[in-house]
Nanobody, 123 residues
Framework: QVQLRESGGGLVQAGESLSLSCAAS????????MAWFRQAPGKGRELVAS????????RYNTPVKGRSTISRDNTKNIMLLRLDSLVPEDTAVYYC????????????????WGPGTQVTVSS
């Protein structure tokens, strides 16, 4: 089983930047597709960004497109997300996902999830 743990969340001011980390353990996730999701109170879990196992394809959902960077280091079993120009709408619990099957992320993936890390953006 793959264990995932997010870190780096916290309280930040609008306009600032934040970096999130997802550390994987238990299994080598070097062949897994990975993604960041987020869920705001009372809302469904939505895709933030995704990355293929080899970092060849990166996708960003519209709300963060142009101000977000997803990356991974398979030698360290980590995935990173940087959010710039934060807005209050970015406030959510951010979740890390890893899945060893092909993913379009049109729907929520199966695979493994971390417990989430809270990001709060003050206005």
């Amino acid at each position: 089983q793959v264990q995932l743990r997010e870190s780096g969340g916290g309280l930040v001011q609008a306009g600032e930047s934040l970096s999130l980390s997802c550390a994987a353990s238990g299994r080598d996730i070097g062949t897994y597709a990975m993604a960041w999701f987020r869920q705001a109170p009372g809302k469904g879990r939505e895709l933030v960004a995704s990355i293929t196992w080899d970092s060849k394809i990166k996708r960003y959902n519209t709300p963060v497109k142009g101000r977000s960077t997803i990356s991974r280091d398979n030698t360290k079993n980590i995935m990173l997300l940087r959010l710039d120009s934060l807005v209050p709408e970015d406030t959510a619990v951010y979740y890390c996902n890893a899945d060893d099957s092909l993913q379009s992320y049109s729907i929520l993936p199966q695979g493994f999830w971390g417990p989430g890390t809270q990001v709060t953006v003050s206005s």
